[in-house]
């Protein structure tokens, strides 16, 4: 008698994108992960993809999160989904699971920032960009504010942090990258963005490490980890700071992996 093949049982994969992008920049990952039966949503934040807002219009982080938010509303209240968070997605997952720690299984933040109650997200940004002036072509980065800012990043470091994925990917990403908002740190910004061991706290997560990230590297990385340890680290070889670019079958397999633990 023949062995039946058992489905895979479905899981609902919400994937974040980073600074400039939009939910655009998962279609690799996101076919993947349908392929095997799971359901995908792949986001827009304010000012992004091809949400209508532009960057000058959003005047805090709480607006620029809220499509994040208020899917996660709207959600049932008894379905959990997996969050995925690429790059600076980490601080919007992160808002998500101090609101609604109860509707998500496990939180994955792919070379994404991760702060917590130990680690404000506006250090965690301060320390980031002061990072990112260091890189070749970064000098000034930490200097700029708001959309300018932004198109300095892209019109410098476009390539830099893309180098280890195709030229068709790059090109993809120079025509869809948008200015993004950068928020100034200070009161409202850190209320929006304040984490709790009882709420954030008891959602698992999981850090991705890229090895080749030129931009978020491998000591920035790990600085974060050993600050809050997340309940798993995993680490995708080949991969640059676009990992859904360069290695999305690995990211795939990895998150893959990781919902069969976790969910």
């Not at 934040?45 to 005047?59: D, F, L, R």
């Not at 790059?87 to 919007?92: E, I």
């Not at 720690?101 to 980031?128: D, H």
């Amino acid at each position: 008698m023949e062995k039946r093949e058992e489905k895979e049982e479905e899981r609902h994969f919400v994937l974040v994108h980073g600074a400039m992008h939009g939910g655009w920049c998962w279609y690799k990952v996101a076919t993947l992960l349908r392929s095997v039966g799971h359901k995908v949503t792949a986001l827009d934040m304010a000012a992004s993809g091809i949400n209508p807002k532009q960057a000058s219009e959003v005047c805090s982080y709480g607006e620029y999160v809220e499509p994040l938010i208020e899917f996660m509303k709207a959600l049932p209240w008894n379905e959990r989904v997996i969050l995925v968070a690429h790059s600076a997605g980490g601080g919007c997952i992160s808002v998500a699971m101090e609101q609604f720690p109860q509707k998500i299984s496990v939180a994955v933040f792919a070379v994404a920032l991760m702060p917590g109650p130990k680690l404000s997200f506006a250090a965690l940004v301060e320390e980031f960009t002061q990072a990112l002036s260091k890189v070749p072509n970064g000098e000034g980065l930490e200097k700029k504010t708001a959309t300018v800012a932004a198109v300095a990043w892209h019109d410098r470091l476009g390539s830099y942090y893309k180098q280890l994925s195709s030229p068709e990917d790059i090109a993809l990403s120079n025509s869809l990258m948008r200015a993004s908002p950068i928020f100034n740190h200070d009161e409202v910004f850190e209320k929006q963005t304040t984490f709790t061991e009882e709420k954030f706290g008891k959602v698992a997560r999981v850090f991705i490490m890229s090895d080749q990230d030129r931009v978020m590297n491998e000591d920035f990385q790990k600085w974060m980890v050993d600050l809050h340890p997340p309940n798993e680290v995993n680490k995708i070889d080949g991969s640059d700071h676009s990992l859904m670019f360069s290695t999305p079958i690995k990211l795939f397999s990895c998150l893959q992996n990781i919902s069969n633990k976790y969910y």
